[in-house]
């Protein structure tokens, strides 16, 4: 007869619900670190032509439209506070509901694009995985 079953599958419970909520933790605070860093990205003006802007209302602005390439410069205002990070159930989404968003970071017929989205994520890719990896090395640590 094989005993301490019981507490063998309590005890993997336990342990599968400690990684779950680090590793939940880690993905938010990765969502986050891309989130800013596309922000930083749109915010950062790169070079460009010089165009005038014409509002609604009256009233100009002189706006540096970014190289095909380059992230998008900053106009409005409208793209980076849009920027949000999503928790559903196992994933987190980074993301903006501004309709865009998506003809900048793939581009159009008329306009190449000006990716900012994907980017984040590639440069913060390292530092995601190290995230998950301290998540998973601070619950296997506890044991």
Known sequence: MITGVDELQRNFAEL?????????????????????????????????????????????????????NDPPNTDTGRLVSSVQVEVRADDVYVGTNVEYAPWLEFGTQKMAARPWLF?????????????????????????
């Open 16 to 68: 599968s619900k400690k990684y779950t909520a680090e590793v939940a933790k880690s993905l938010v605070a990765s969502g986050q670190l891309v989130r800013t860093d596309a922000i930083k990205s749109i915010q950062t003006i790169s070079s460009g032509e010089q165009v005038t802007r014409y509002r609604l209302g009256g009233g100009k602005k002189t706006h540096t439209v970014s190289i095909p």
């Open 119 to 143: 980017p984040a994520l590639e440069r913060n890719r390292e530092a995601i995985k190290g995230l998950i990896a301290k998540a998973m090395r601070k619950v296997t640590n506890e044991r």
